[in-house]
């Protein structure tokens, strides 16, 4: 699950003041719209067909479905048991796909799906670089930096700093770090939303906040998301809370194991 992380709060759209708390970005992605809050720890993320919140200081996440109005919250411990849980899961459905082939050639391609499946796991941590470049440009009224993050030895994300949007009063980055790290263990400690979890990173963004992210896929190609309006001002904490007719669905549900018949 790509898991893309660019937040929000405060005082008109425009140059903000640090007499209020809370941001909000408007962002525009590949053309679609997209809006982040933050304030006092916790932060909204709001797209078309997903929203997810965190909250630091009781280490709580949760993902909803705007369209099917349904949620599942939890620690990022319960999300990791479970995605093992999934990982267990497919060695049985690897199994009974098998059954399928010949037996003269069930063992050969059993063995090599396992040994790909162990290599990722037990693939070490991905080696992040950030590199600070000369470049800057003017992004919704404000100066930023182009800083760009090397993953094993491949440019996968290019975050433009603003300095004068400090979120880092107002969200703990580093202990947001910390949080993202529960979730990539295995496999995922290589994925492109494991950058987020790096200290190289979480450094940067105690300095300022990305207005613009590139991202980059393995062939290259470039994603843009743009902040086009920034807000700086005081947000009730309805702001982080769902709709009252959201209805909870299991963790495995974000997996797409759900059954009806679960509880």
Not at 53 to 79: Q, V
Not at 215 to 225: H, I, L, V, W
């Amino acid at each position: 699950m790509k898991i893309r992380i660019l937040f929000l709060l405060a005082l008109s759209w425009g140059i903000a003041s640090d007499a209020l708390g809370g941001w909000i970005f408007a962002e525009n992605s590949e053309g679609d719209t997209q809006t982040s809050y933050i304030q006092n720890n916790k932060m909204k993320f709001v797209a078309p067909d997903h929203i997810m919140i965190y909250d630091l200081d009781k280490n709580m996440i949760c993902f909803a479905n705007p369209k099917e109005k349904s949620f599942w919250s939890g620690t990022p411990e319960a999300f990791s048991a479970q995605a093992k849980k999934e990982m267990q899961q497919i060695h049985k459905t690897i199994d009974r796909q098998l059954a399928k082939v010949p037996a003269a050639q069930r063992e050969t391609f059993r063995r090599s799906i396992l040994r790909d499946i162990k290599k990722q796991a037990l693939a070490p941590p991905a080696k992040i670089t950030v590199r600070a470049t000369d470049q800057s440009a003017k992004v919704a009224g404000y100066t930023v930096k182009k800083y760009e993050i090397w993953m094993n030895g491949q440019i996968r994300q290019a975050y433009w700093i603003a300095k004068d949007v400090r979120v880092s009063s107002e969200f703990d980055v580093k202990r947001f770090g910390k949080m993202m790290r529960s979730f990539h263990t295995g496999p995922e400690q290589n994925s492109d939303e494991a950058i987020f979890s790096s200290p190289e990173v979480t450094d940067i963004l105690r300095r300022g906040w990305p207005l613009r992210t590139v991202s980059y896929d393995e062939d290259g190609y470039p994603e843009t998301t743009e902040v086009v309006r920034v807000k700086k001002t005081s947000l009730p904490d309805s702001v982080f809370q769902l709709p009252k007719d959201y209805q909870r669905i299991p963790v495995a549900a974000l997996f797409g194991n759900y059954r009806h018949s679960e509880k």
